[in-house]
């Protein structure tokens, strides 16, 4: 099973370093978690979600394909992918892409309303948890995304473990599969999914302090401060 552990860690760090790659090539606030900014330039949730579970799923399948291409297991990619990872997978691009509406609709609607980093207001890690609009954007912490990323790093966590604990009961590579989950997980994180994407449809109220959509469009005001100062 050591080719499987060996293969599964090479290639999970290789998605961690292209990921850490592509952040040094945003315009906002480059460095190794720059694949988080979003198209307000803030740390989102949503992209910490699609990233996390791209390296964990994608690395693991990576890992059991090269483990049994080097053992000789005749039809390496002669496994099956269960229906509830395929699902959760399906989960998380479809809350990305409702949540990106979202924005995308409020960024048109109500842009002063609407919080926004720059370099002249800079995004900081703690906004993954705050509100992105009204007067208490970078203020306040949204409940329903602290929910929605305590509940992913428990399944998170579960399932890299559960990966372990099936590869170790393998008795070759050839038996290695990637791991299923029941179904009440899966049940529980469509639930928060949805929790967290419902709650991006209520419009917050007053305007926040610092950048926001439509300052950063039509240029600063003189007496602009910046709500997040370097």
Not at 13 to 41: E, N, S, Y
Not at 167 to 174: K, P, R, V
Request: with cysteine.
């Amino acid at each position: 099973m050591n080719t499987i552990y060996a293969a599964w860690a090479i290639s999970a760090g290789a998605c961690l370093l292209i990921a850490m790659g592509l952040g040094f090539a945003v315009r906002i606030a480059p460095g190794p978690l720059g694949l988080l900014i979003d198209q307000r330039g803030r740390y989102s949730l949503t992209h910490v979600q699609v990233v996390m579970w791209t390296i964990v799923v994608l690395s693991l399948v990576s890992g059991i394909f090269w483990g049994r291409l080097l053992d000789d297991v005749p039809d390496p990619l002669g496994f099956d992918i269960p229906d509830e990872v395929l699902g959760l997978l399906g989960i998380v691009a479809g809350s990305a892409v409702a949540t990106k509406v979202a924005k995308s609709a409020k960024d048109v609607t109500r842009p002063a309303s609407v919080a926004a980093s720059s370099p002249a207001d800079p995004p900081r890690p703690a906004q993954i948890f705050f509100l992105e609009e009204g007067q208490y954007a970078d203020r306040v912490v949204d409940v329903a995304k602290f929910q929605n990323l305590i509940i992913t790093m428990v399944l998170v966590v579960a399932y890299v473990a559960m990966a372990i604990d099936t590869i170790d009961d393998a008795g070759s590579a050839a038996d290695v599969t990637v791991p299923t989950f029941s179904g009440t997980f899966l049940t529980l994180l469509g639930i928060s999914h949805a929790a967290y994407v419902a709650g991006k449809l209520p419009n917050q109220a007053g305007e926040p302090a610092g950048l926001t959509v439509e300052t950063r469009e039509t240029g600063l005001p003189a007496d602009f401060k910046p709500r997040n100062p370097k």
